[in-house]
């Protein structure tokens, strides 16, 4: 009797990417969401990957001229819920040169933090507004194409709100101020991301910053 050796393949075959599957999710799981931290220099992301790394602030911070190992952290969202996280590189802030750097990590990552100085745009500052409008419309664009496409949670986070003489006499009304910034509008929208903003400048600053970004994830 002959065998059915084209059933018996198809099985092998199945089981086999099956297999490949399940270990891809564990891998995954294991390894946690990437996250990619991004903003212009000195925004403030090497500070708030100390933060969540550390659980608190670096006592100095060096301008990051190349990539460096970045860290993993874990974050309890609340319900029972508890993820890994995994940034691969902390990446520097510098202009043109650096955004291969930053399209390659947008494309791996699960989560990406986009950091912005909110008290520069709350102020009107042109130059600022313009960087955050180039920014943003790189991401935008990185995030429709069609090779690199996932879902991605997009967080447009503005830090350095504690410069700003608003966020000092209404906190409450200074956030709602970054949400409506007009350069903010058509981005979060196309890269469905949630706007928020307050301060690195202190550990409970910070703490009260990183809990925000939490009700988001
Ligand atoms: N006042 C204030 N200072 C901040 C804030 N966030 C970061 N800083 C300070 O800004 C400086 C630069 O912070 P970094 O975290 O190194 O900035 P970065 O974005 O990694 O900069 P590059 O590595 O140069 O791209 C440090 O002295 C931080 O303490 C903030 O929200 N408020
Ligand atoms: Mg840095």
Redesign the pocket.
């Known amino acids: 009797m002959a065998f059915p050796l084209v059933p018996i393949a198809v099985a092998v075959v199945a089981a086999g990417v099956g297999l490949g599957t399940s270990a891809w999710f564990l891998r995954r799981k294991l390894s946690g969401k990437q996250v990619a931290i991004l ?1 212009r ?8 990957l100390y933060m969540l790394r550390d659980n608190r602030l670096p006592d100095n ?1 060096t ?2 001229t190349d990539p460096i190992p970045g860290g993993e952290f874990e974050m309890d969202l609340g319900s029972r819920r508890r993820a890994r996280f995994c940034v691969p590189k902390d990446l ?3 202009a043109a040169p650096t955004w291969k750097l930053w399209e390659e990590a947008f494309n791996g990552a699960d989560v990406v933090f986009y ?1 912005f100085r909110s008290d520069k745009l709350v102020d009107d500052e042109v130059g600022e507004t313009t960087l955050v409008k180039e920014h943003l419309n790189m991401l935008v664009e990185w995030d429709s194409a069609v090779a690199t496409r996932k879902s991605r949670r997009v967080l447009l986070i503005g ?5 700003s003489e608003l966020y000092g006499a209404d906190p409450a009304g200074y956030i709602e101020r970054v949400k409506d910034l007009p350069v903010l509008q058509a981005p979060s929208v196309k890269l469905r991301a949630n706007v928020l903003s307050g ?3 202190s550990n409970g600053d910070a703490k009260k910053l990183i809990k925000a970004m939490k009700g988001y994830l």
């Open positions: 903003g220099q000195e925004v403030g992301k090497s500070t708030l911070t301008r990051t520097p802030g510098h950091l830090t350095w709100a504690d410069q301060s690195l400048a």
